[in-house]
């Protein structure tokens, strides 16, 4: 189980399994292989792509993780906006 | 739940589906009727409440910022096993605006349904992309030094804006500062406007 501490700077998974079959994911597409900085912990919780089929679950910790929109849609939000957006522990990385 | 000829399909569906859940002990009758009390007394009105409380009373505030389910517990809002809430404070530095790109997350059991504009796919497509063009066209203008920050609601916790108190309305009771915190100021969608002729004491 990764530690985050606040303020590192992770990547979220450049992960599609909407491309191997069935499944639930709360980690929005846009994400995916973006960076973004730790700003909260907000706990750990049932993993919500288990108890959508119904299946056995481990918690997983949840971070508030902010990135940029500027570098999510290169030239249409202004410099210093952001999205703050909540995110399970296996869908980051260094 | 009476079934009778009349009832639409989708009726007799979920009365059959209530029935075998009861049978096969998920849910009982009671609780139930405690989730359904709890959608009924939800509303933008319970969000008001906390805020003009927060605006008035710093302790408050703090704990709201710090634990907006301790804070809405504290109020007899909290129904047992509903998600947390977190509420975020917006400031002249940072403007939130809520918004749910996956599905419609909003903190049901306190705020009640959300307005129909939140679901839609133009809001949720374009407050994550550009949510400074669209506060505009809300009629909102925010200088470059404030952050326009966007909170995609996409897991456990659910979401609520602290608006900014105007500080023309520094000084008034609890009750007169509930009056103009609107549902659309507890996600960001707004910032409080108020006539101040008409309303300031």
Redesign the interface.
Same mark, same amino acid.
């Given at each position: 189980m990764l530690d985050l501490p606040l303020d590192r700077d992770v990547t979220v998974m450049a992960d599609w399994p909407e491309e191997r079959g069935p499944c639930h994911v709360?980690? @929005?597409s =846009?994400l995916r292989g973006k960076r973004g900085r730790i700003v909260a912990f &907000?706990?750990a =919780?049932e993993d @919500?792509g288990d108890l959508a089929f119904g299946r056995p679950t481990v918690r997983r910790k &949840?971070y508030h993780v902010?990135f940029s &929109?500027d570098e999510?849609?290169p030239g249409?939000?202004?410099a210093?906006?952001?999205? &703050? !957006?909540? !995110? =399970?522990e296996h869908w980051l990385k260094d | 739940m009476a079934e009778t000829d009349q009832d639409p399909r989708s009726v007799v569906m979920l009365d059959r589906l209530i029935a075998h859940l009861q049978a096969a002990g998920v849910v009982t009758e009671a609780a139930l009727r405690e989730r359904m009390d709890a959608a009924a007394s939800a509303s933008p009105r319970n969000g008001a409440r906390l805020v003009a409380k927060a605006w008035t009373d710093p302790e408050f505030k703090d704990l709201l910022l710090r634990d907006g389910t301790a804070a809405a517990e504290s109020f007899g809002f909290y129904p047992a096993g509903g998600p947390p809430l977190g509420v975020l404070e917006n400031t002249p530095s940072v403007h939130h605006l809520v918004v749910c790109t996956l599905c419609s997350c909003y903190p049901r059991w306190l705020l009640g349904y959300p307005p129909h504009w939140y679901k839609s796919f133009a809001y949720r497509a374009r407050a994550a992309r550009n949510p400074r063009a669209l506060l505009e066209e809300w009629g909102m203008h925010f200088s470059r030094e404030t952050e326009i920050r966007v909170v995609d609601s996409t897991a456990d916790y659910r979401w609520m804006v602290l608006p900014m108190q105007p500080p023309q309305t520094l000084g008034w009771t609890n009750e007169e500062l509930i009056e103009i915190v609107t549902a659309d100021s507890l996600v960001g969608a707004d910032v409080i406007r108020f006539d101040a002729a008409k309303l300031s004491p």
């Amino acid at each position: 189980m990764l530690d985050l501490p606040l303020d590192r700077d992770v990547t979220v998974m450049a992960d599609w399994p909407e491309e191997r079959g069935p499944c639930h994911v709360r980690t @929005p597409s =846009y994400l995916r292989g973006k960076r973004g900085r730790i700003v909260a912990f &907000l706990g750990a =919780y049932e993993d @919500p792509g288990d108890l959508a089929f119904g299946r056995p679950t481990v918690r997983r910790k &949840l971070y508030h993780v902010r990135f940029s &929109l500027d570098e999510l849609w290169p030239g249409e939000a202004q410099a210093g906006d952001s999205i &703050l !957006v909540e !995110v =399970y522990e296996h869908w980051l990385k260094d | 739940m009476a079934e009778t000829d009349q009832d639409p399909r989708s009726v007799v569906m979920l009365d059959r589906l209530i029935a075998h859940l009861q049978a096969a002990g998920v849910v009982t009758e009671a609780a139930l009727r405690e989730r359904m009390d709890a959608a009924a007394s939800a509303s933008p009105r319970n969000g008001a409440r906390l805020v003009a409380k927060a605006w008035t009373d710093p302790e408050f505030k703090d704990l709201l910022l710090r634990d907006g389910t301790a804070a809405a517990e504290s109020f007899g809002f909290y129904p047992a096993g509903g998600p947390p809430l977190g509420v975020l404070e917006n400031t002249p530095s940072v403007h939130h605006l809520v918004v749910c790109t996956l599905c419609s997350c909003y903190p049901r059991w306190l705020l009640g349904y959300p307005p129909h504009w939140y679901k839609s796919f133009a809001y949720r497509a374009r407050a994550a992309r550009n949510p400074r063009a669209l506060l505009e066209e809300w009629g909102m203008h925010f200088s470059r030094e404030t952050e326009i920050r966007v909170v995609d609601s996409t897991a456990d916790y659910r979401w609520m804006v602290l608006p900014m108190q105007p500080p023309q309305t520094l000084g008034w009771t609890n009750e007169e500062l509930i009056e103009i915190v609107t549902a659309d100021s507890l996600v960001g969608a707004d910032v409080i406007r108020f006539d101040a002729a008409k309303l300031s004491p």
